[in-house]
């Protein structure tokens, strides 16, 4: 994302970070874009609601939402800058120099079929990733050897991975099995398969690959230093490539649960999602209860339940609940 900002002209940076959006996304829908943005639903309805008075934003022809042309959208916060700030009259009518910044991001939108683009800057990578992880239909591959997920990581994609697998769209992960020596890391690529992921290990992979609905992929530019940025692509041959690559990985690799179940039943090491299901259980008498301060459905809330009793080796709910005292695990 480009080092210019529109703060000087009176947008928050939420405000700045949505219009860049649709900017990159033009007529797209704006229904849960505030799990994109990490930020609270309130919040973003009023964004879009204040952006939309400031005519940043409109409804595009298919119903979706287009921002307004960057130099339109400059021009007219700077004038209502101007007329609320008179006294910095000096430091407004500089910020010009904003539309260049714009017009990058306006030129950042998803490929053209046949092209390759090299994404350097890392922000911006991070964006197209999250973006397109957003707009994600059918299904979503990838290998990562990653050793660890730091607690940022997980905190930043559990939100989209989450919003992706409630949605219907499948995800299909090969990571090394170095990452099972991590215990948060564990319990996150678990928490992921309760909720539909199917998620194996590989003994050793060199490899980095991302690919987005069998259209849209990405791998880096030096394998060796992943720093260095992203290629990526739509282009039908190389997208066919990188798929095989991944098929090849996939069918050489284990699955998750084969590996971590009979672990996990031992060390009684929970998920996230797990951890919470057992402390509802702990407090409430009804699954349909538990279910509901989840938000999850009472059918995937049992079978956390069923899992949490695996876990811990309990024979009943009560049992369990003992025994997490024990652990010190409520």
């Not at 990159?24 to 009023?46: G, Q």
């Not at 053209?112 to 800057?121: A, K, S």
């Not at 259209?215 to 940025?229: F, I, K, S």
């Not at 066919?240 to 991944?246: E, Y």
Request: net charge negative; aromatic share 4%; glycine share 4%.
């Amino acid at each position: 994302m480009s080092g210019a900002s529109l703060s000087i002209l009176g947008l928050t940076a939420t405000e700045e970070r949505v219009y860049r959006h649709f900017l990159r996304n033009p007529d797209t829908s704006a229904e849960d874009i505030h799990v994109l943005l990490h930020a609270a639903r309130e919040e973003v309805e009023k964004v879009l609601e204040r952006l939309t008075e400031l005519s940043l934003l409109r409804t595009g022809e298919s119903g979706g939402t287009v921002a307004a042309d960057p130099e339109n959208a400059v021009d007219r916060l700077t004038d209502l800058r101007l007329r609320e700030l008179h006294d910095q009259l000096r430091q407004v009518t500089q910020s010009r120099h904003l539309i260049a910044g714009l017009r990058a991001e306006q030129d950042a939108r998803p490929l053209v079929t046949q092209g390759v683009e090299r994404l350097e800057v890392l922000a911006r990578l991070r964006d197209r990733i999250d973006d397109l992880a957003f707009f994600a239909r059918e299904e979503i591959l990838s290998v990562e050897p990653y050793s660890a997920l730091t607690p940022e990581n997980i905190a930043h994609s559990r939100p989209l991975d989450t919003r992706c697998l409630r949605r219907g769209v499948r995800i299909r992960s090969v990571v090394l099995r170095e990452a099972l020596d991590h215990p948060p890391t564990v319990a996150y690529l678990r928490e992921l398969t309760v909720q539909g992921a199917v998620i194996r290990v590989a003994d050793s992979l060199s490899e980095r690959i991302l690919v987005y609905d069998r259209q849209t992929a990405l791998v880096p530019v030096d394998p060796v230093d992943t720093a260095r940025g992203a290629l990526v692509t739509q282009q039908a041959g190389l997208v066919s490539n990188i798929l095989a690559l991944f098929e090849k990985i996939w069918d050489h690799a284990t699955d998750l649960p084969a590996l971590t179940d009979t672990e996990s039943t031992s060390s009684g090491v929970l998920s996230g999602v797990e951890q919470q299901v057992l402390e509802e259980m702990c407090r409430v008498a009804k699954d349909e209860t538990g279910a509901r301060n989840l938000d999850i459905s009472v059918r995937t809330y049992r079978r956390h339940v069923a899992d949490v009793l695996r876990i811990l080796g309990a024979s009943s709910r009560p049992h369990a609940a003992l025994l997490a005292r024990e652990k010190g695990l409520i």
